[in-house]
């Protein structure tokens, strides 16, 4: 019984002490100052007038190649040029044993003189038999096979003046020459080598380097576009990423768009003095898409993407609350996208301090130059 009297008692001073530290607590907190909302740098969009490049894969490609091959059977005596000299055309380029072939005009020559020599004795015979013929001193049969052997003899010089003609020829290919202007690469043979006429592999391949051309894969989607732009100028940018110096223009575009991607291929011509571009080097193409007004930018910093490519930013709500925004941006100008989709006129993007608010809270927005 006492212990029950006991319990009875610490009752109240159990009841006591709750509600003294609940107050307590109270006090505590309400003496606690508000929490500060996190600062976040924003931009306000605002419609701006820009003017859009595209940025295209593309390929260097010379004017004109010109593989170099024997067209007569020989060995190579020496070689006549320097390799990545450029040479004009005519420029001797190699030289072949020419002493077969030199037999062979000479022979060649030696039977047109021969037939010559035959057609100048049939003509005489044929000239003397007209007269006789005329004073019935010969058959008229006698005479016109004499006059069969002057035709003959005609057709045999006929004969013999191409077969030099081609022998001459024959000598004049163990010349090799280069049969257009430009810049000659490396030798394929030395000298000592056996070439054929014909032969499937070049001995040496020349290609024009100033102008050069520029293959762009373009999406035909905006061939049209493009071809209203012909006078518009074409800029590229060099596998090291730099500027290249000089300019070029639209000068072909193809006529087959290919089936698989949906693209079509461009052909810009640049000039090249100095040599920059080479055959089969790969660049980026700059083609100007026009100008767009009203054109909202976002900081490419504050553009954040998924794995699948999806593009997105934070915005500032009317009510000071974060709110992440998919937007669609693909075009970019200078350190800025072109935003397509998703935002609007006035809206706040962050561009500095999110790292400091959680999504869904409130922030403090201040505005930064964008």
């Known amino acids: 019984m006492q212990d029950i009297a006991k319990f009875k008692f610490m009752i109240p001073a159990l009841l006591l002490g709750t509600a003294l530290l609940s107050a307590c607590g109270k006090s505590n907190d309400a003496g606690k100052p508000p929490q500060k909302e996190a ?27 010109a593989e170099v091959r024997p067209q007569v059977t020989g060995i190579i005596q020496e070689r006549l040029f320097q390799e ?38 049939a003509r005489s015979k044929a000239q003397r038999g007209q007269g006789l013929a005329d004073r019935g001193l010969i058959s008229r049969d006698v005479h016109d096979d004499q006059l069969t052997e002057q035709k003959q003899a005609e057709a045999d010089v006929a004969v013999a003046q191409a077969a030099l003609k081609n022998a001459r020829v024959n000598l004049a290919y163990t010349h090799v020459k280069a049969p257009i202007d430009g810049f000659i690469g490396k030798s394929a043979v030395t000298a000592g080598a056996l070439v054929t006429a014909n032969q499937a592999n070049a001995l040496a391949t020349i290609q024009p380097l100033d102008p050069i051309l520029v293959d762009i894969t373009q999406a035909s989607t905006e061939l049209l576009r493009l071809k209203r732009e012909q006078a518009a100028a074409v800029n590229l940018l060099l596998p090291d990423g730099s500027a290249y110096p000089h300019a070029g223009k639209l000068a072909f575009t193809d006529l087959t768009v290919d ?28 083609l100007g898409a026009g100008g767009r007004k009203d054109a909202l930018l976002v900081p ?11 593009a997105s930013v934070w915005v500032v709500k009317a009510d000071s609350t974060l709110e992440q925004r998919t937007i669609q941006a693909t075009q970019a100008v200078g350190d800025k996208w072109v935003v397509e989709s998703g935002l609007t006129a006035g809206e706040q993007v962050v561009v500095d301090g999110l790292q400091k608010a959680k999504p869904g809270a409130k922030v403090k927005p201040v505005p930064v130059k964008g």
């Open 39 to 65: 600062e976040v740098g924003v931009i306000t969009l605002k419609p701006e007038t820009v003017t859009l490049t595209s940025e295209l894969p593309g390929r260097v490609t010379p004017l004109q190649v």
């Open 84 to 121: 990545g000299s450029q040479v004009k055309k005519g420029t001797p380029l190699y030289q072949i044993d020419s002493a077969t072939y030199q037999a062979a005009a000479d022979t060649a020559a030696a039977q047109l003189a021969k037939a010559e020599a035959a057609l100048e004795s």
């Open 300 to 310: 490419q910093p504050s553009v954040s993407r998924k794995a699948n490519g999806a």
């Open 259 to 286: 089936a698989a991607s949906g693209s079509v291929t461009v052909r810009a011509e640049f000039p090249n003095p100095e040599q920059q571009l080479l055959p089969g080097m790969f660049v980026r193409a700059k």
